[in-house]
């Protein structure tokens, strides 16, 4: 029996949404909440508006928050838009609806002021961490920015309205799930140490759907030998057993 079985998922039709679709509609009802028509089944609307979202949202138990500017790169003006407002109008419409559950697309570059050297994609060579869930953060972007933001609403609608949170520090996950693509290329390093393959990310959202948990964030990466991010808090709390290892795809 499922802890939650009615599922909402914003950003439906992007690389994580449709990995999530199709690898989460076996085991629960999901249902793909966008701003535009698409080419899935899908409730549109639009974000920027508190209680059409409502609507959108009822009959939700928990609702994966997706949809965003994903680009490290964002303008400001872009951020607020669509990954501020956007996230404190899910949120907001979320409370209202009576969702129980929040899980939240927050990302590695929250932790990559830690790691990074030149980008966002290139690991120094000279900082080996293992970075802790508990560390504070140290946001390489306003990207990154936005999202601890929505971390923080997730505690604040924790604590004030019992919405349960969880803030998935998502690695990288790409479409052709395939790390090698990014061989010889800057990004290389920074893919073999943040790879998320899409069985482990439909995993960790499974995991996130059932944990018996109130608040926490998570790593949310594949179990890669070259890992900065420890998983053991992740593990622990919520279950979540990576399998797959980027450097099978480096041999
Ligand atoms: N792909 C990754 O490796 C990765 C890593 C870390 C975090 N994330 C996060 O996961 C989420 C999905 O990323 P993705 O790679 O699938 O990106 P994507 O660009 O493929 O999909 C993003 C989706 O969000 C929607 N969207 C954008 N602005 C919106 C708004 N204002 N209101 C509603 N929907 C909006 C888009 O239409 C699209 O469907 C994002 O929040 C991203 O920040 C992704």
Redesign the pocket.
């Known amino acids: 029996m499922s802890r939650y079985r009615e599922i909402g998922i ?10 999530l679709m199709e690898g989460l509609r076996e085991d629960y009802s999901v249902r793909a909440i ?3 028509a ?1 080419d899935m089944p899908s409730t549109v609307v639009a ?2 508006d508190i209680e059409a979202l409502t609507g959108a949202f009822e009959g939700v138990e928990a609702l994966i ?7 490290p790169d964002a303008s400001w003006k872009s951020i607020v ?3 501020i ?2 996230t404190h109008n ?1 949120f907001e419409a979320g409370r209202l609806a009576g969702v129980k559950r929040m899980i939240f ?5 929250t932790m990559h002021g830690h790691t990074i050297r030149t980008t966002p994609e290139t690991l120094d060579p000279d900082k080996k961490v293992r970075l802790e869930l508990p560390d504070a953060p140290n946001p390489d972007s306003f ?1 990154a920015v936005s ?1 601890l933001l929505g971390e923080n609403l997730g505690r604040l609608y924790f604590e004030k309205h019992g919405i349960e949170f969880v803030g ?7 479409q052709e799930n395939d790390p090698s693509t990014k061989v010889g290329t800057s990004a290389e390093d920074y893919m073999r140490a ?1 790879w ?1 393959s899409h069985r482990d990310c439909v995993e960790a959202h499974r995991c996130a759907i059932e944990a018996e948990v109130g608040f926490t964030n998570a790593y ?1 990466i594949s179990r890669n030998d070259r890992r900065v991010f420890d998983l053991d808090e992740t593990e622990r709390v919520l279950g979540y057993r990576p399998q797959d290892n980027s450097e099978a795809w480096f041999r």
């Open positions: 914003t950003g439906a039709n992007g690389t994580v949404g449709r990995v966008t701003r535009r698409v974000f920027d928050h997706l949809g965003a500017n994903p680009s838009e669509n990954n407002d956007a899910t697309a927050s990302t590695n570059h990207y999202k998935m520090r998502i690695g990288w996950l790409i943040m998320l949310v």
